[in-house]
């Protein structure tokens, strides 16, 4: 495999679906290195000079070892109930959320809502959005007037790779471009 394969394969692992490996996240959504390496090394060449690169040369920088490299998560994104020790935050006055053309009708409709994940995902700027969005196709952008909601009292966290996060977008705060 790759390192980009190797890197979605842990991804998989580290957010959604641990027991692949036969491995459990603890509830801040770590895991032990050495179980992940024994895990992923079954099926693959795998160790931990591959781990440290992927960590490494991630772009979105997805993961975080602990201090001593004994422990490794997902930043976000997870569709496993863990709590990520996500620090609250004062977001920006307007954040970014970038998605298909698919998704138009029911955030439309519905608002911005987390689905299988934790929370909502939205970004600092417009570039970062329109990446985002054109993982789904033909992007589409909205802006977030999150410091309108911050002021009616909804709550913001910023994860470690600097993906503003929140569980949910009311269509009253969005602004399609």
Do not use: C
Not at 13 to 31: A, M, T
Request: hydrophobic share 35%.
């Amino acid at each position: 495999m790759s390192l980009k394969e190797t890197s979605k394969y842990m991804s998989l692992i580290l957010r959604h679906k641990p027991e692949v490996i036969g491995i459990s996240l603890d509830e801040y959504g770590w895991v032990n290195v050495d179980e992940l390496i024994e895990g992923i090394a079954k099926t693959q060449k795998f160790d931990m000079d591959i781990l440290e690169e992927i960590v490494r040369t991630d772009e979105k920088q997805r993961y975080s070892f602990n201090e001593d490299k004994t422990k490794i998560r997902a930043n976000q994104g997870h569709s496993v109930q863990v709590d990520v020790e996500l620090e609250e935050k004062m977001p920006p006055e307007e954040l970014w959320h970038g998605t298909g053309e698919k998704f138009v009708a029911s955030i439309d409709e519905q608002g911005l809502i987390p689905k299988s994940r934790l929370y909502v995902h939205l970004s600092k700027d417009e570039e970062t959005a329109t990446k985002v969005g054109s993982r789904h196709g033909r992007p589409v952008l909205y802006i977030v007037s999150s410091g309108q909601m911050y002021r009616d009292g909804y709550k913001f966290y910023l994860s470690k790779n600097g993906v503003w996060l929140t569980k949910e977008v009311p269509v009253k705060y969005l602004k399609k471009i």
